[in-house]
């Protein structure tokens, strides 16, 4: 097994994958290490990449809220952070060199087939530019009530 003290767990869309979350805290607690989980919000070039985006906001608020809620439920430690970039690719790719995590877990499974082209390009920018180990999770399953979370 290879070393994984800190797990970006990169998050997208309106839930989390309970999967994605169970590999990475998994992974993190195996080494008495955390979780740190990472929302990004794509801003498009029309704004300022500083721009409040209320709706994608509050998509992202609820989406971490359900994470540390599953780190309460497994005991498992987690910094949740909402990072606004104009794609989600890079934006990973430096949190995880700024937070010198071992492991970069992409939650991919809950992206509606709209954001498809987005989910390629992270995907693949990821693979092609960390310096560190990645797994994507595609999983069906959601943390349980979230379509209903408020």
């Known amino acids: ?3 994984t003290k800190r797990v970006l767990l990169a998050v ?3 839930s989390v994958s309970e999967d994605a979350f169970h590999l990475a805290s998994t992974l993190a607690k195996q080494a008495k290490g955390t ?6 919000i794509e801003v498009k070039r029309s704004l300022p990449v500083d721009a409040e985006i209320p709706i994608e906001t509050t998509r992202s608020e609820k989406v971490l809220s359900q994470i540390e809620n599953l780190a ?8 949740a952070n909402i990072l606004q970039s104009r794609q989600a690719g890079p934006a990973i ?4 060199i700024n937070k010198e995590v071992d492991l970069i877990v992409a939650d991919i499974g809950n992206i509606s087939v709209n ?4 989910i390629s390009q992270m995907s693949s ?3 092609h530019n960390a310096s560190c180990r990645v797994i994507f999770c595609h999983g069906e399953q959601s ?3 979230a379509e209903n979370a408020d």
């Not at 790719?93 to 995880?96: F, G, L």
């Not at 954001?115 to 987005?118: F, K, M, P, R």
């Open 1 to 3: 097994m290879f070393p």
């Open 12 to 14: 997208k869309g309106d």
């Open 35 to 40: 979780v740190l989980a990472a929302y990004v």
């Open 72 to 79: 309460k439920t497994s005991k498992c430690p987690v910094e």
């Open 93 to 96: 790719v430096q949190e995880a």
């Open 115 to 118: 954001t498809g082209d987005s």
């Open 125 to 127: 920018y990821i693979l």
């Open 143 to 145: 943390f349980p009530g």
